[in-house]
């Protein structure tokens, strides 16, 4: 109306893509609120161009590793800053797992800190992590505590989509790939009908900038369920509660920057799931 107030902006923005590999472009969009901005200033880290004063820039960087970026904006009521450490995650254009055929236990915490990237979009309580309390081969794995957004906890209720991003690898002298693993869920539903989480894994050729259009494994409802119906955190017991899952890796993928991703959208009642023992056989020219 006539006697609008004018308010001073509160930063926010967000990657169109969490991933990318050295030397390729990730648009970054403006997403700021409460008042009109007048003028913006971004920094990336390690970045080209480092600063930018664009609204929605588009950026590549020049070291692999996860980068920090900062956007201030700023009108005549005043200004404010953001800043989001690991907003991308910049692959090199090596093999980051020591040779082309991953083989992973998830033994090492620190080799999963620096080379797979959990991405939790509710930004909640449940996420992917390490874990040496339960594993298929030995006693170590990683774990989504996916029971922790059930209903009767203090998350908002299930219905989370979390995310587990391999490290980038160079497939370009391989052949006839096939990855294999093993995975053990249970459900908190006492019903069929209640059983409603999926569980996929797409793969990328691009370090993660775009994925499959259609998941290499998909697994729904009752076929995703390896130990039954468990009230309390899901702890896998013994082999019986493990299942091993396979995919081939198509041609078009047998290249540099490729990455596999464990998506997992869960139910109304969900419990935890467990991955362990990646592993990628093929011929090496």
């Known amino acids: ?37 007048d003028s913006y200033l ?10 930018s004063t664009a609204q929605n820039p588009s950026v590549s960087f020049n070291s692999e590793g996860r980068k920090t970026i900062t956007l201030t904006v700023t009108n005549a009521q005043g200004s404010t800053t953001k800043t989001i450490e690991e907003c991308v995650v910049i692959a090199p254009i090596w093999s980051e797992t020591g040779g082309p055929l991953i083989q992973e236990g998830f033994d090492s915490p620190a080799n999963f800190y620096y080379h797979y990237v959990p991405v939790n979009h509710d930004n909640n309580m449940s996420t992917w992590r ?37 490290p980038s690898m160079d497939l370009s002298n391989v052949d006839d790939a096939t990855v294999t693993f093993k995975y053990a869920y249970a459900t908190q539903s006492t019903d069929l009908a209640g059983i409603t989480d999926v569980f996929e894994v797409y793969i990328s050729n691009n370090c993660g900038q775009s994925w499959s259009a259609t998941p290499r494994v998909s697994l729904e409802g009752y ?44 139910g109304k009642y969900p419990n935890n799931l467990y991955i362990d023992d990646i592993n990628m056989t093929g011929t090496v020219s």
């Open 130 to 166: 390490q874990t040496s309390s339960a594993g298929y081969s030995n006693n170590t794995s990683v774990v989504l505590n996916a029971i922790e957004m059930d209903v009767t906890n203090i998350d908002e209720g299930g219905y989370d989509i979390d995310e587990l991003v391999t």
């Open 42 to 51: 971004w920094t990336f880290q390690d970045g080209n161009p480092a600063t």
């Open 1 to 37: 109306d006539e006697n609008a107030l004018t308010c001073a902006p509160n930063a926010d923005f967000y990657a169109v893509t969490k991933f990318a590999c050295v030397d390729e472009d990730i648009d970054f969009r403006d997403n700021s609120t409460n008042g009109v901005v």
């Open 223 to 266: 076929d995703l369920v390896t130990a039954g119906s468990v009230s309390i955190p899901f702890v896998p017991g013994g082999a019986a509660d493990w299942r091993e899952e396979s995919f081939d890796i198509p041609s078009t993928y047998l290249r540099s920057g490729f990455r596999m991703m464990f998506a997992f959208r869960a």
